[in-house]
């Protein structure tokens, strides 16, 4: 019997197919899930194909797609911790969800990419369905996690009350730089003259997460720091600062002297249409 799938009813199959309290059926005449303790004894298949078994899922695709969100998450201080959680022996879904709790904006970032894959696997039952009734499969928009997840932070211009985070923040990153063998030529010394231009980012709840910064080189705006705190960062906020930089400066040339090692980020200066103009190669000073 054939059913229509809205969303009403994909998010009752969703929340059922991880219900590990019983087995379940869909009633494709009601469009309703339904246990199958209720019946006495066997369902009454008089109808045809009137109860379908739900998609498969069980602790064993659980662990995979936790495993997929560790190997995928692009902060390397969280990923490295829902690893070793993935790794202990016994409670490996309470010490993934502990790692989770320390990190709200990446648990909120998991919870959308479960949701989204687990959405993925109904469509797909779905559509099997659709083949064996001669019908045309069905698709579903994307949904955009990185905007969901942007939702949860606020952008201000000015340092506010940063002033001490950003100071941290940055020798954070100039000690990384340092870690990686990379020469520290990035320091102005001076691009906190009164005409620069400061936007930083915050959580919903007040709490600092990065920042951009930038003065006056004329004829041009020069960017001389867009930093984001390690266990903020692979979900947006730096583009974001960009975009919001942009925003304010609109018009008005910038240049952006991008660090050795951070070349992923050329693709959002591509898309906010910058351009190389040059290479800046360094030979460190050689000391007997």
Not at 60 to 67: A, D, I, S, T, V
Not at 69 to 96: D, I, Y
Not at 227 to 245: A, C, D, H, N, W
Request: proline content about 4%; aromatic content about 10%.
């Amino acid at each position: 019997m054939r059913f229509d799938l809205d969303k009403i009813l994909t998010d009752e199959i969703l929340f059922y197919m991880e219900n590990q309290d019983g087995e379940f059926l869909l009633d494709t005449k009601s469009a309703k899930v339904i246990k199958t303790d209720n019946f006495d004894g066997k369902p009454d298949f008089e109808e045809e194909d009137r109860y379908i078994a739900l998609p498969k899922w069980d602790t064993n695709n659980g662990f995979r797609l936790m495993e997929k969100f560790a190997v995928e998450l692009r902060n390397p201080v969280v990923r490295h911790e829902l690893s070793s959680a993935l790794n202990v022996k016994k409670g490996v879904f309470r010490s993934f969800k502990n790692v989770l709790e320390q990190y709200p904006e990446t648990g909120k970032m998991w919870y959308n990419f479960k949701k989204q894959k687990m959405k993925g696997k109904v469509l797909g039952w779905y559509n099997a369905l659709r083949e064996e009734w001669g019908l045309e499969p069905v698709g579903a928009e994307p949904e955009d996690i990185s905007s969901i997840i942007l939702e949860d932070f606020i952008f201000l211009e000015g340092e506010g009350n940063g002033g001490v985070e950003i100071s941290a923040l940055h020798k954070i990153c100039l000690d990384e730089l340092k870690e990686k063998g990379i020469s520290v030529i990035f320091e102005t010394g001076n691009d906190n003259l009164p005409d620069s231009v400061c936007i930083i980012a915050e959580t919903s709840g007040g709490e600092f997460c990065g920042y951009i910064r930038a003065v006056e080189n004329a004829p041009y705006l020069q960017i001389t720091r867009l930093e984001v705190k390690p266990e903020y960062r692979g979900m947006g906020i730096g583009k974001t600062l960009l975009s919001k930089l942009l925003e304010k400066t609109a018009g008005q040339g910038i240049i952006f002297d991008l660090p050795a090692g951070c070349e992923y980020f050329s693709r959002a200066l591509h898309l906010e249409n910058f351009k190389p103009v040059m290479q800046r190669f360094v030979k460190k000073e050689e000391k007997e």
